[in-house]
């Protein structure tokens, strides 16, 4: 079953859906349940961060104010609270920011609580050499980091299941088919037949795109709003356009 076929209350239990739910209701669980989703997507910030022309550790440290400050900054009401994407939404949140010549005061975190991921330069590096834009960069890492907390989650759960050696191997056929002789000298280094191999990829394949949906969906509110922001992200990553 597709992602896009869920049933209403299946959307309506994702992290963006409790956010605008209780953003009415009670505000303290949407500012928790806001902080969790937005902390997991520190590299597409800082992505739009250093294309803007901030230096790494300014950018680093404008994301760090950012996030600290998003809570109270989501309560007041701006930044377009009625969004039904998250992406749009921090996007959104992140430029009424850095429009405001003074900002306020942590609303609760600390450095540790809010700490960046290792990785963000040598990502931003790598990932975004032909960005046309901030923006640009911006949606293209939001839409790579979908796809890394995919994958983080597939590897942990093979190493969970004991099976983390045959994970590591297929990996880097997730999206590509090995050829022939590719095939068989993987079949006989993991002491598998050739079809077995295939087997186990095309299920190892199934498992990531599910994980990949299920990331995307705790983004939107609605089965349309998955359909939409899946297309808009397959666009960005795989034919070079920039989608709004």
């Known amino acids: 079953m597709s992602m896009s076929s869920h049933s209403h209350s299946y959307f309506a239990t994702t992290r963006w859906s409790m956010v605008m739910n209780f953003a009415s209701t009670h505000p303290p669980d949407a500012g928790i349940a806001l902080a969790e989703l937005a902390q997991r997507y ?55 920011f850095l429009e405001e010549e003074t900002h306020a005061s942590p609303d609760g975190g600390s450095r540790a609580e809010l700490a960046a991921p290792p990785d963000l330069e040598a990502r931003y590096r790598f990932d975004n050499p ?36 045959i994970h590591q191997a297929l990996e880097p056929f997730l999206a590509r088919d090995p050829v022939a002789n590719e095939r068989d000298v993987l079949a006989a280094r993991l002491g598998m037949r050739p079809l077995a191999l295939m087997v186990a990829l095309k299920g190892l394949r199934q498992r990531f795109r599910e994980l990949a949906e299920n990331e995307l969906a705790d983004t939107v509110t609605t089965a349309e709003d998955f359909a939409a922001e899946q297309a808009a992200l397959r666009a960005i990553l795989h034919e070079g356009q920039s989608p709004s």
Not at 43 to 48: I, S
Not at 140 to 149: G, T, W
């Open 130 to 165: 032909d960005a046309a834009s901030a923006e640009h960069a911006y949606r293209h890492s939001f839409a790579i980091e979908v796809i890394a907390r995919a994958s983080e989650r597939l590897r942990a759960e093979a190493h969970q299941a004991g099976h983390l050696k």
């Open 42 to 96: 520190w590299y597409p910030v800082y992505a739009y961060l250093r294309y803007s022309g901030h230096a790494p550790a300014e950018a680093q440290d404008m994301a760090y104010g950012f996030f600290a400050c998003l809570p109270r900054q989501f309560r007041t009401g701006r930044a377009h609270s009625s969004q039904s994407h998250f992406r749009h939404y921090l996007l959104g949140a992140l430029n009424e």
